[in-house]
């Protein structure tokens, strides 16, 4: 039987994200299964701000350089997560030496020289880059971070010029969570539309897509592809997990989320998933996979978060310390009966 990438060739690009003991030699065993199941990989943290920036003047690009060297070894198509995000960014960016806020302009020569830096090193290497993350409010507008409090909203089109300046030959995406939500989408096309009037490069918009057993409504999800695609630039599902596991809600408090399971049998902490669960994990897979195959020529990849249950971090997210099952391999590297579903679609 083909693998992930070999079943979807000519449709869409199949990546997963890595973490730096795939590239490393710790986890083997993984790595071998990255090799043969994707065409595409992203790095889980090493290449965030904190990772390779941690300190002003100071780059570690030990880590990113072996994912690089890694991806490229295995010819696959290599993006860089994440330029510009309000999460994983040392404080120092922000800071001028006797501890006061940067001025704009302070804010700006930093930024620029960021990703200059980073971009530039990678250069014709690292195929596309998340540009900037999470830039969307949960309520309205634009989340009110330190990029856009200091420097305004003209931050999100400044990372891009800076991007496009440092490798004009790569693909540049904004890239956010919960873009099936109808407002979170509206504020998407608009940010985009408005890079696009402006004549800023722009290639896709990534759906980070974290999504939990029986949360995505197929109409909202269907219409952000189709909303987002009808701007002109490529649909991705870039951080594609679905937790089996309670997500703690106003209504559901995060103790109980901690203690119950979805269905009664299942204990939260056992690392084995009872097989009414794996059908229900393999349905709701199947359920996107159908959306994004009809919509393959807009969708430019889709990317797990991921490559086994063993080290997702749904297993410490929205909950420390649960024991989640959102992947199609299990804690052992094995197909679970979602993998081959989604095989058996395309
Ligand atoms: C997560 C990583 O998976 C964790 O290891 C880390 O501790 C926190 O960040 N949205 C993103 C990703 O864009 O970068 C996040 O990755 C998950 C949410």
């Known amino acids: 039987i083909p693998t992930l990438k070999e079943a979807f060739e000519g449709k869409f690009l199949l990546g997963t994200a890595l973490h730096v003991d795939h590239t490393n030699g710790v986890r083997k065993q993984s790595a071998d299964l990255v090799e043969q199941q994707y065409n595409s990989i992203v790095a889980e943290n090493c290449m965030k701000p904190e990772e390779i920036h941690p300190s002003k003047g100071v780059y570690n690009f030990k880590e990113a350089d072996q994912f690089v060297e890694y991806g490229e070894k295995n010819n696959m198509f290599i993006v860089g997560h994440t330029l510009v995000w309000h999460s994983q960014v040392p404080d120092w960016f922000f800071l001028d030496d006797?501890?006061?806020?940067?001025?704009?302009?302070?804010?700006?020569?930093?930024?620029?020289?960021?990703?200059?830096?980073?971009?530039?090193?990678?250069?014709?290497?690292?195929?596309?880059?998340?540009?900037?993350?999470?830039?969307?409010?949960?309520?309205?507008?634009?989340?009110?971070?330190?990029?856009?409090?200091?420097?305004?909203?003209?931050?999100?089109?400044?990372?891009?010029?800076?991007?496009?300046?440092?490798?004009?030959?790569?693909?540049?995406?904004?890239?956010?969570?919960?873009?099936?939500?109808?407002?979170?989408?509206?504020?998407?096309?608009?940010?985009?539309?408005?890079?696009?009037?402006?004549?800023?490069?722009?290639?896709?918009?990534?759906?980070?897509?974290?999504?939990?057993?029986?949360?995505?409504?197929?109409?909202?999800?269907?219409?952000?592809?189709?909303?987002?695609?009808?701007?002109?630039?490529?649909?991705?599902?870039?951080?594609?997990?679905i937790s089996v596991l309670p997500f703690p809600t106003e209504e559901i408090s995060a103790e109980i989320s901690q203690k119950y399971a979805l269905v009664p049998e299942f204990d939260p902490y056992t690392s084995t998933l009872p097989d009414s669960m794996q059908a229900k994990l393999a349905q709701n897979y199947v359920d996107l996979f159908k959306v994004l195959l009809k919509y393959q020529e807009k969708i430019g990849r889709v990317t797990f978060w991921g490559v086994n249950d063993a080290h997702t971090w749904r297993n410490n997210w929205p909950i420390e310390g649960r024991t989640d099952h959102p992947l199609l391999f299990d804690r052992n590297n094995q197909p679970k009966k979602a993998y081959h579903a989604v095989l058996e679609l395309a």
Do not use: C
């Open 98 to 241: 006797e501890g006061n806020t940067v001025s704009r302009e302070q804010l700006i020569e930093r930024m620029r020289d960021h990703i200059h830096t980073v971009v530039g090193r990678y250069k014709g290497r690292v195929q596309a880059w998340d540009v900037v993350n999470e830039a969307i409010d949960d309520k309205e507008g634009l989340r009110k971070s330190k990029w856009h409090q200091i420097i305004g909203e003209d931050f999100i089109e400044l990372a891009f010029q800076f991007a496009h300046e440092a490798d004009p030959d790569a693909e540049l995406y904004y890239n956010d969570y919960s873009l099936i939500l109808p407002h979170r989408r509206a504020e998407a096309v608009k940010l985009v539309k408005n890079l696009i009037d402006k004549g800023i490069r722009v290639d896709g918009i990534g759906m980070q897509a974290h999504y939990g057993i029986d949360y995505v409504k197929i109409p909202e999800f269907e219409k952000s592809i189709t909303d987002f695609a009808s701007l002109g630039v490529k649909v991705m599902l870039t951080e594609l997990d």
